[in-house]
């Protein structure tokens, strides 16, 4: 069965590769996928769903990247981007991402599915940062957010 979530952690996995290595994110991916078929830390093989869906997170977020490093940027009151920890960044970006390019998921699955990301992969803080800058940025764009009202 595919799963959504193991395909945001093969899409996470290439771009905080990508960020560490410099490295294009389609190269960053291949090696992801080689990974898997080496038998990789995820047990089993990825499935079709979750590559096309990694790779739509992935380039997409490649793709933009200056303009959710700006909202990343803007929503963080006292971090500033370049100061984040690696894997926070990258979180960062395929969930914001996900919230201005994929209005078929909804604003709530994106944001708890990076603070998973974040438990999973981050540290202790990790979790309240992400879910923080998220929860503004889908304020700021017009896509929900709870606390962030003027």
Known sequence: ??????????ALQALYQSDLAE?????????????QLDGGLQGRAAESDEIEFAQRLAFG???R?????????????????????VVDRNILRLAAYELLACQDIPVSVSINEAVELAKRFGDKDSRAFV?????????????GGRRHRG
């Open 1 to 10: 069965m595919a799963s959504r979530r193991r395909a945001r952690e093969f």
């Open 23 to 35: 490295l294009p994110v389609r190269q960053s991916l291949a090696q992801v996928w080689a990974e």
């Open 61 to 63: 977020t490649e793709q």
């Open 65 to 85: 990247r200056t303009e959710l490093d700006a909202l990343i940027d803007g929503a963080s009151a006292n971090w500033r981007l370049v100061r984040m920890p």
């Open 131 to 143: 879910n923080g800058i998220l929860d503004r940025i889908a304020f700021e764009t017009g896509r």
